[in-house]
C-alpha cells in the first residue's frame, strides 16, 4: 500500500459552488482509481509569497491518500494539470 499527501490550490476568484465541483472532481479522480482518502482538510484562503498566475492569494486543500498503485496519482496529475482553476498542486510519496 503507497501512502501519498496530495496538497492543492484552488483560485480565489471562482465561485463557491465551482471551487466545490474542483474539489469533487479531483476527490473523484482518485476514489475512482481505487485510492482511499485517509484525510482531507479545507485549509482555507492564504496569501502566497508571491503571485501565481497573476493571483496573489488562493484556497489550499490537504489530502492523504492510500493506493494500491501509482494509477490514481497518474490520472490526478493529468486532471489537475488540465483544470484552469487549480493553480498549483504537489503530490509527496509518503513511503520514501
Known amino acids: 500500500m503507497y501512502k501519498y499527501e496530495i ?4 483560485k480565489p476568484d471562482v465561485d463557491e459552488d465551482t471551487r466545490n465541483n474542483v474539489v469533487k472532481e479531483l476527490e473523484k ?15 482555507g484562503q492564504k496569501e502566497f509569497a508571491y503571485e501565481i498566475k497573476k493571483h496573489k492569494s ?3 486543500y490537504l489530502y492523504n491518500v492510500e493506493a494500491k498503485n501509482d494509477k490514481c496519482v497518474n490520472e490526478f496529475d493529468r486532471v489537475a494539470k488540465i483544470n484552469e482553476n487549480v493553480l498549483r ?4 510519496n509518503m513511503d520514501k
Open 89 to 92: 498542486y504537489i503530490v509527496l
Open 7 to 10: 496538497m492543492f490550490i484552488v
Open 58 to 60: 488562493g484556497f489550499y
Open 29 to 43: 479522480t482518485l476514489t475512482s482509481n481505487k485510492a482511499t482518502i485517509t484525510l482531507s482538510k479545507e485549509l
